[in-house]
């Protein structure tokens, strides 16, 4: 009986070794296909059968979500109604390892009735697909990595590398930010991360706020109602100049023996560090791991109070 380590390095060698082929044998047959797609303008339909059609549905999704609208149709019921949602402008994008499966071709006359380009991606350029295609790409992929080259194992692994690869030229050209992948995924950690402002997450009633000229008692009582740990020091203009937080209460407390009545100007930490509330929320969280603090004020330029952050508001919506 074989090692099955030693089977799973002779596979993934074996899928390693096919997709490094393909990169060698990548041609302007790409340059083609990514020209064909930009200036369509259009979708990017992906059809396949079988495990291809598993693959055409993940190159679908990641178009989509990389800036390219695409979605798969399965060629099956591409001809028994679905061809009714390709429009003037598409791109049918058929994959196909052998290039001749038949429920691929009884979609081409249709598709070639309605005038759409066909973009293949297939390791026979001599198969049917390729013959009625506009755009050719080879996978030259000769041999799976299943001992009895049935099981889809290399074709299926390039043809996946390669659509990732397609999806991100499209990307690059088109310039696309991180803000687009984000708004395309809003309910991930990365569309969080991405969109998340410090607005969105600040206190903004009910703030723990002082004068510069009141008492170490009373601010003692502003920090304890407002049960964050700080307290926001303002001048008579109510614009911010300071701030006090626990900390602070531990380090004044070694160096006075009477405290209650000692005015907080002579004690505050003086231009705390703040922050605007159009800023990322990962801005702020890395701002108070640089300056080892956990608050930030959320101000104007004029200095003017509009909320507070905790790093406990940061850790409760995610963020660490």
């Known amino acids: 009986m074989q090692n099955p380590v030693d089977v799973a390095k002779h596979v993934l060698k074996l899928e390693a070794d096919s997709i490094y082929n393909l990169m060698d044998n990548v041609n302007q047959d790409l340059q083609e296909a990514i020209n064909l797609i930009?200036?369509?303008?259009?979708?990017?339909?992906?059809?396949?059968?079988?495990?291809?059609?598993?693959?055409?549905?993940?190159?679908?999704?990641?178009?989509?979500?990389?800036?390219?609208?695409?979605?798969?149709?399965?060629?099956?019921?591409?001809?028994?109604?679905?061809?009714?949602?390709?429009?003037?402008?598409?791109?049918?994008?058929?994959?196909?390892?052998?290039?001749?499966?038949?429920e691929l071709m009884e979609t081409i006359p249709a598709i070639k009735r309605m005038g759409l380009p066909i973009i293949s991606m297939t390791s026979n350029p001599d198969s049917k697909l390729a013959k009625y295609s506009d755009v050719v790409l080879n996978t030259h992929v000769r041999q799976e990595a299943c001992p009895f080259n049935l099981a889809p194992t290399n074709s299926t692994t390039v043809t996946l590398a390669y659509g990732d690869a397609i999806a991100i030229c499209l990307l690059t050209l088109r310039g696309f930010k991180e803000e687009q992948f984000a708004k395309r995924h809003p309910g991930g950690i990365l569309g969080k991360r991405l969109l998340t402002t410090v607005a969105d997450i600040m206190i903004t009633e009910n703030l723990p706020i002082n004068n510069e000229k009141d008492s170490f008692k009373k601010a003692l009582a502003t920090m304890t109602k407002g049960r964050q740990g700080v307290t926001i020091i303002v001048d008579d203009n109510d614009k911010c100049v300071g701030i006090l937080t626990d900390g602070d209460l531990r380090r004044i407390l070694e160096r006075f023996d009477k405290v209650s009545e000692i005015q907080l100007e002579k004690i505050f930490t003086k231009n705390p560090k703040t922050i605007s509330p159009d800023a990322l929320a990962t801005e702020a969280?890395?701002?108070?791991?640089?300056?080892?603090?956990?608050?930030?004020?959320?101000?104007?330029?004029e200095k003017s109070i509009i909320g507070l952050l905790h790093i406990h508001h940061l850790l409760e919506q995610g963020f660490y």
């Open 38 to 102: 930009i200036h369509r303008k259009g979708r990017v339909l992906v059809l396949g059968v079988g495990k291809s059609g598993h693959i055409g549905r993940k190159i679908a999704a990641t178009l989509s979500s990389t800036g390219q609208p695409s979605f798969f149709i399965h060629p099956t019921e591409a001809v028994h109604g679905d061809l009714g949602m390709m429009m003037g402008g598409d791109i049918c994008f058929m994959i196909s390892h052998s290039g001749n499966t038949s």
């Open 285 to 301: 969280l890395k701002q108070m791991q640089d300056n080892k603090i956990t608050s930030l004020v959320v101000a104007d330029d």
